[in-house]
């Protein structure tokens, strides 16, 4: 009973032409429904749970509103294709790809998070020549550096939760997460050679086209490791996506940054150099609701998009245009995402997520190879590594203990699982075919983007990691105890 919503969730999404609000929308109600029928959930403990995420809510609400809007300045001025020719000198090439799947995408992510790096990310990918089904997979991809999204609040939940410094759970989640830099880096070079079309590639290029992909991954790792040593956690995603994108650029274009693309960089320099200022100050200094304000990537963004309109030019009818484009826009990309986050919230809050992990508890040793499935569940459902921890966190930290395993490690792995998981679940995918589906046209080669295919794609790349990891964590986790 206590996984009939998550089923009817994605039973609803298998189905064609459905409405993206309607899954999310139907599995939250039938999860209220469950707790408050079947479970006798107090209802108050729902109120208590949504009063508790409110905020968060709004706050994603507009930092999706805050990207749309940069987005689309970004395209009706011409900007984003000034930057996507600097960003590649060879088109929708495979370093390119990894350019932008290993640096760009989530070093957005670790400095934003929320859906910034889908709605900014995958036009780029746009603009450098990738159809709308391949730069909506690309860009998924990028998103593994789960760990340290948005400077790693949901690292800080899983390291409160096991009782361990943050520094260690960076570190711990970094040793659980080389899976997802490898394989993502595999998965970017593998889709990036198919869809050649001038010249397709032969297998020993593919081949070695994989190798250099898990070997951008293992060269991002090991930065990550590094800076989490060094810098700290909240900061270490960020500095190594920004030195892993220097070194491809550099590849790229032969060694030379210029000539740069001029203005056209100045929006994102507003919201990266914008959001890092803010979050320094938030956690230095206690400025209530003006250092949240400060800290948001929605603030940053609007005032890149804002200040761009000033220099960079733009039709008048395309200004006009605008405000009512990008609307229609933010409210078919935040709804679903703002659905998903409710889904989460009821199903933690109703007691339903406690149900689902205390059951397979019981299966002793063998829940070590469920853990990963767990975590990737929570973070398939919430699209949010800091709400999947603090879905599982607590039930995986007695689970570890009552099996006698080392609760900072089963947390680690919960923490990077959940953060992979994200890059197949509904919220992502969702935002991901509302931003590309708008450019496919009936002549575009190759696969039509659509909910299913990326899907076909990514769901069975995060299964097989999971199942990796549960063999890894029967065979290590008691080690550690």
Do not use: C
């Not at 939760?161 to 080389?178: C, F, K, P, V």
């Not at 003006?290 to 609007?302: N, Y």
């Not at 879905?391 to 570890?400: E, H, L, S």
């Amino acid at each position: 009973m206590a996984i009939l919503p998550v089923l009817l969730t994605l039973g609803l999404l298998a189905l064609p032409r459905i409405p993206g609000t309607l899954p999310p929308l139907l599995g939250t109600l039938g999860a209220a429904g469950i707790a408050l029928w079947y479970f006798a959930a107090p209802a108050q403990d729902l109120i208590t749970a949504w009063n508790a995420n409110f905020w968060t809510l709004i706050k994603v609400l507009a930092i999706i509103g805050g990207g749309v809007l940069l987005s689309g300045v970004m395209d009706r001025t011409g900007a984003q294709r000034k930057l996507a020719n600097w960003l590649s000198d060879g088109g929708p090439t495979i370093a390119a790809a990894l350019l932008m799947a290993h640096g760009v995408v989530p070093f957005l992510e670790t400095v934003t998070g929320f859906g910034i790096p889908v709605l900014i990310g995958l036009p780029l990918l746009l603009s450098l020549g990738f159809t709308p089904y391949r730069a909506a997979l690309l860009t998924l991809l990028g998103l593994m550096i789960g760990p340290w999204g948005s400077m790693g609040p949901g690292t800080l939940i899983a390291a409160d939760a096991a009782g361990s410094s943050l520094t260690d759970m960076g570190l711990i989640s970094g040793w659980w997460n080389l899976l997802p830099f490898i394989a993502s880096g595999i998965a970017v070079s593998i889709l990036a050679g198919n869809g050649l079309i001038e010249h397709k590639l032969s297998r020993g290029q593919r081949i070695g086209w994989a190798a250099v992909g898990a070997g951008s991954g293992i060269m991002l790792w090991g930065l990550t490791m590094l800076a989490n040593l060094l810098l700290g956690t909240p900061v270490a995603g960020a500095v190594a996506t920004l030195i892993t994108s220097i070194m491809w650029l550099l590849f790229i274009r032969r060694g030379r940054l210029t000539p740069s693309p001029g203005l056209s960089l100045v929006p994102y320099l507003i919201l990266m150099v914008g959001t890092i200022a803010g979050q320094v100050i938030y956690r230095t200094y206690d400025l209530g609701v003006m250092g949240e304000v400060l800290a948001s990537p929605a603030l940053w963004s609007i005032t890149g998009a804002l200040v761009s309109l000033t220099f960079l030019p733009i039709e008048a009818e395309s200004l006009r245009a605008l405000p009512g484009a990008s609307m229609r826009m933010w409210w078919n990309a935040a709804m679903p995402t703002a659905l998903y986050i409710l889904f989460g919230v009821v199903i933690a809050g109703g007691g339903l997520a406690d149900v689902i992990a205390g059951s397979l508890v019981v299966l002793g040793p063998v829940y070590l190879f469920l853990l990963p499935f767990v975590a990737g569940l929570s973070g398939y459902i919430t699209a949010s590594g800091t709400g999947a921890n603090a879905m599982f966190g607590a039930t995986q930290v007695a689970a570890a203990q009552g099996l006698g395993v080392s609760p900072p490690w089963a947390m680690g792995l919960q923490n990077s699982a959940a953060g992979w998981a994200i890059i197949a679940g509904p919220a992502r995918i969702e935002l991901a075919y509302r931003v590309a589906n708008v450019y496919q046209r009936s002549e575009t080669p190759g696969p039509a983007v659509s909910r299913g295919a990326l899907l076909k794609v990514l769901l069975p790349l995060v299964l097989l990691s999971l199942g990796l990891w549960g063999i890894i964590a029967v065979v290590f986790l008691p080690m550690t105890g």
